[in-house]
């Protein structure tokens, strides 16, 4: 059974936690990038699939390459992170089931023989890998900041070369400067997008 966290963690991960635009001249390193990634892998994907794929854009040389494959007003938030987190998905992830999920050996056919689940679910889980790690990151006390306006196609030639992996989304990570925050875009009320049935 889970025990719950207290109100400062959970503010940590949710309440204070804020998607950053300007980054602090403070380094992040490999070693975090590995115990970032350890600390993720332990989330759940559909039967352990573990379709995410990431290159970490680490030294200045490869931000700088990253940011000229975004958009104009995501420049400064690559060049100026610690680090870029390129989170793609493998199409071909059944490939590796037989390692990640040996309970039953039937589990690779359930996708190599079915494309279009195949895609949903390397999407779906990919997407859910990043947001754990971005909840990973936060836990660790690295600040987070989420772009979506990329150019995939070169993104994806650049960094995921064979074909087979796909570009999801970027997350810029490092220590935030609050001088580049926005003022905090409000959140619905449960009763507007949500029923309990």
């Known amino acids: 059974m889970n025990k719950p966290l207290d109100d400062a963690a959970l503010d940590t991960l949710f309440r204070d936690a804020r998607s950053q635009n300007k ?11 590995r115990d970032l990634f ?9 039967a352990n699939s573990f379709p ?18 975004v ?7 690559v060049k100026g992170a610690a680090a ?12 590796h089931l037989p390692d990640l999920f040996p309970h039953d050996p ?3 056919s359930w996708f190599s023989d079915a494309p279009d689940l195949a895609e949903a679910t390397a999407f779906r889980n990919s997407s859910l890998q990043g947001a754990y790690l971005m909840m990973a990151a936060r836990s660790m006390g690295l600040d987070c900041g989420p772009l979506s306006g990329f150019d995939m196609d070169a993104v994806d030639a ?4 064979g074909g087979t992996i796909k570009c999801n989304f970027l997350c810029a990570l490092g ?3 609050p001088e580049g925050l926005f003022d905090r875009s409000p959140r619905p009320d449960f009763d507007k997008f949500c029923t309990v049935l």
């Open 23 to 33: 980054w602090l001249d403070k380094p992040v390193s490999e070693q975090s990038l």
């Open 38 to 46: 350890d600390l993720m892998k332990w989330a759940p994907t559909s």
């Open 52 to 69: 995410i794929r990431i290159v970490f854009a680490h030294s200045q040389a490869e931000k700088d390459r990253l940011a000229t494959m």
């Open 71 to 77: 958009l104009e007003s995501n420049i400064e938030k």
């Open 84 to 95: 870029v987190a390129i989170m793609g998905y493998d199409t071909q992830f059944f490939d």
């Open 106 to 108: 039937t589990a690779r």
């Open 158 to 161: 650049a960094y995921f070369p």
């Open 175 to 177: 220590y935030g400067d």
